[in-house]
Structures are given as C-alpha cells and as structure tokens.
C-alpha cells in the first residue's frame, strides 16, 4: 500500500494556532521543552535499578521466591526504561544535547530490541499514519488479532478479548526475537521500506543482538542453569511485554478512536494531519501521577502525537492548551479518567472487531 497523504483543508489554521499557543507557553515560562533535572534522576535511578537487580540475580545465590519477585521487577523496569528513557530519547526530547538523546534512545539496544528498527516503525512510520490499516504497523497483529473494520475477520476472533491478554505478554520476545530481524531483511515496516541502513547501521545492529544475546541468555545460562535462566528470563520479558502492550494499545485501540480510511481515487485522509492524530488518539489516567510517571506521560498520549519533541515531563501543562484549543475549533478530544476505564473500552473495541 502506497502512504497516503493528508488534506490541506483551506483555511483550518488549527495546528498553526496550536503550535503559536505551546510555544508561547515554553517562551513565558522560560522552559527548554526537552527534559529536565527530575527526568535525568529517573532515568539513573531506573537504570541502576536494572543493573543492581540483574547483577544480584545472576551473580548472587538466593531463595527462589525472592528470584522471582525480582524478575518481575525487572520486567517493569524494562517497560519504565523503555516509556521514559528511549522513547524520549528516540524523540529528541530527553535532552537538548544530541549525544544524550542519541544514548537515551539506543539503550533500547541493551533491552534487546533495534533502536534503528523502532526509529523507522515508531518514529517514522506510527506517529505519521497513525490508525491507518495497511500502513501503521503497530494495528497490524494479523492474523491473531483484527484492531480495525477494516481487517480481514476469522473465526479466531471471535474470542480475541479472551486471548488476547495472553498474547500481550509475549510483545517483547516476538519484538526481540523476531520482527527486528523481519524488518532488517525485508528492509520493510509492513508494507513501507525503511530508511537505507549506514554500514555503522548494520555494524551496531548486530553488535546490540549480539550483546543482549550474552548477557541475557548465554551467561545466565552458563552461571545458574538452563531451567533457572528459562523461569527468569520467560518472567522478565512476559511481564516487560504485557505492561508495553497495554499503555501503547490503550492510545490508539478503543471505542472512541477512529480508523481513517484513504480515498481510493487520490489516496488521500480528509483530514489534516494534526485533527488526525487527536482523532484516532486517546489519554487515560491523566490526574494519576504515578501511572504518569511510571509510563514517561505516555498516558497522554494526544500532547505526545501533536508534540513528540516535546519532553512528557510538559505533557501536562501543554494539554490544558490543547484541550482549549480542541473546544475552541469543535474537535473530540478523547481522555478516559481512569485506565481501567480506558482498558474496559479496549476490550469492547477487540469484542466489536472480533464479531461485527
């Protein structure tokens, strides 16, 4: 499918309005829209976290239920590092330093997945087209799953809100093992190539997989055993992938979002890019500032899309602003007060998929 394009509607000055507002908000209250000191402490504090916890599970002997409470710990961490760090790294957000930015979002590499891959899938890819079936690879789960009317609909799916809780839980290991590698051999994301790769590309593709596969398989395995490391590593990366599925299938794949179809004669969405992103978006649990928090405000996930450079610690100062705007101009801003309330709605929209 070739991407389409989005419409210039004549005279909607909604995301140049919006644009002017968000930045006369950074200019007034003398603020650098990347992060700040409380995001680097969480970074350090995450990521030493991780470290500690994996070098006491592989180099100290301890009971087996204090093991696996551990790796459960770890397992979230993995998913924190990965919403607060890489993904703002992977933005140019983290820091208004490039070097920093270019470490916060290839650490990624250190929790097995490709920084370059998630760049062209994520970046590139999801934040442009986003909900548009055939194009955001992140909707395109097929055949175990039907996200969108538009999807061909097997029997299977008729239970896809039951099974789908399980298939959640294996996001990372598919990610790590698999569609990384899918990805750099087809050179595609779907159905859309992806950037020509640089020989230091390649070089640092390989050298991450290589990496992870030591320290996460090959030296648990030698150090404690193949059945320890197995129960480890299965709890580690089920948990890290489930907490992952959930916050970033809670943005896009509710009942209140849409799934914009292009024009067949122009291959084109009616809408402007920017009324696009708010419309096939949700936030969810925005007054809860640990879930904000621990999930690096992806929680507010509208500020994210109409923003991805703007740093989440901004999110929500800026989505008063966008909310106004939204009211302003007649647009549905979509936001569940709480995430069960959002997690509820997921699970209709995958019963609606799999039976309408």
């Known amino acids: 499918m070739a991407t389409p394009k989005f419409a210039n509607v004549n005279g909607s000055n909604f995301y140049q309005e919006l644009k002017g507002r968000v930045s006369n908000y950074f200019t007034e209250a003398k603020k650098p829209a990347t992060g700040n000191f409380g995001l680097y402490f969480k970074a350090v504090l995450f990521w030493v976290s991780y470290v500690a916890l994996y070098v006491h599970l592989v180099f100290f002997p301890h009971p087996t239920w204090l093991a696996i409470i551990e790796c459960f710990f770890m397992g979230g961490l993995t998913a924190a590092i990965g919403f607060n760090v890489m993904h703002d790294g992977g933005h140019g957000s983290f820091s208004p330093s490039k070097f920093w930015n270019k470490i916060a979002a290839f650490s990624v590499n250190a929790l097995g997945a490709s920084g370059i891959m998630w760049n062209n899938k994520h970046n590139i ?18 055949p175990m799953l039907r996200m969108c009317p538009t999807q061909k609909k097997y029997f299977i799916h008729r239970f896809q809100h039951i099974y789908v809780w399980f298939l959640y839980t294996l996001l990372l290991i598919i990610w790590v093992f698999a569609t990384d590698y899918t990805k750099y051999f087809s050179k595609k994301v779907g159905s859309v190539a992806i950037k020509k790769m640089s020989t230091f590309d390649h070089v640092a593709f390989w050298i991450a997989k290589a990496g992870y596969a030591f320290m996460m398989i090959a030296l648990p395995i030698w150090l404690l055993g193949f059945v320890p490391w197995l129960l480890g590593f299965l709890i580690i990366a089920m948990f890290a992938g489930f907490v992952l599925s959930i916050v970033f299938q809670l943005a896009h794949t509710v009942e209140e979002t849409t799934f914009p179809v292009p024009s067949t004669d122009v291959n084109k969405i009616e809408n402007e890019w920017a009324i696009h992103q708010i419309e096939t978006t949700a936030n969810f649990a925005t007054k ?23 740093s989440h610690i901004h999110y929500p100062a800026i989505s008063k602003i966008i909310k106004q705007a939204c009211l302003e101009y007649g647009i549905k801003y979509t936001e569940f007060p709480k995430m069960r309330h959002a997690i509820v709605s997921h699970a209709s929209h995958l019963r609606k998929m799999g039976r309408a």
Do not use: A, C, M
């Not at 890819?125 to 097929?142: A, C, L, P, Q, R």
């Open 288 to 310: 809860n500032r640990l879930i904000s928090w621990l999930v690096g405000g992806l929680n507010f996930q509208i500020e994210h899309h109409l923003f991805p450079k703007v």
């Open 125 to 142: 890819i999801h934040h442009t087209y986003t909900n548009i079936d055939g194009v955001d690879d992140d909707i395109e789960i097929k």
